[in-house]
Nanobody, 123 residues
Framework: VQLQASGGGLVQAGGSMRVSCAASGRTLSRLTMGWFRQAPGKERELVAAINYSGDSTIVADSVKGRFTISRDIPKKTVYLQMNTLKPEDTAVYYC?????????????????WGQGTQVTVSS
């Protein structure tokens, strides 16, 4: 499984941005996927995760009510819609995937990772 993240960039505080993660490879059925982020000097943390069918999601408390994860199964793409962005949301955002049915929240549960996309929120 190869993951290609896109859509990052610079945005002002209070603005919105959507990042995308497209999966490719030989077998893509039943992929559970997630978005993580890592700010400078901090550990990588879960932002949101979604199960293979898209009907179960988990969103971190720090972004709840502002970020939404969704997926387009035919397009093999997962999206992270980020609204009301804050400077503390600045980080490299990584998408991750693994085979399975349920939502996964731990870094160690994901075998496949994208290259990351930088999101910078200016104050």
């Amino acid at each position: 499984v190869q993951l290609q993240a896109s859509g990052g960039g610079l945005v002002q505080a209070g603005g919105s941005m959507r990042v995308s993660c497209a999966a490719s490879g030989r077998t893509l059925s039943r992929l559970t996927m997630g978005w993580f982020r890592q700010a400078p000097g901090k550990e990588r943390e879960l932002v949101a995760a979604i199960n293979y069918s898209g009907d179960s999601t988990i969103v971190a408390d720090s972004v709840k009510g502002r970020f939404t994860i969704s997926r387009d199964i035919p397009k093999k793409t997962v999206y992270l819609q980020m609204n009301t962005l804050k400077p503390e949301d600045t980080a490299v955002y990584y998408c991750a995937a693994d085979y399975g049915l349920r939502v996964r929240t731990a870094i160690a549960e994901y075998d496949y990772w994208g290259q990351g996309t930088q999101v910078t929120v200016s104050s």
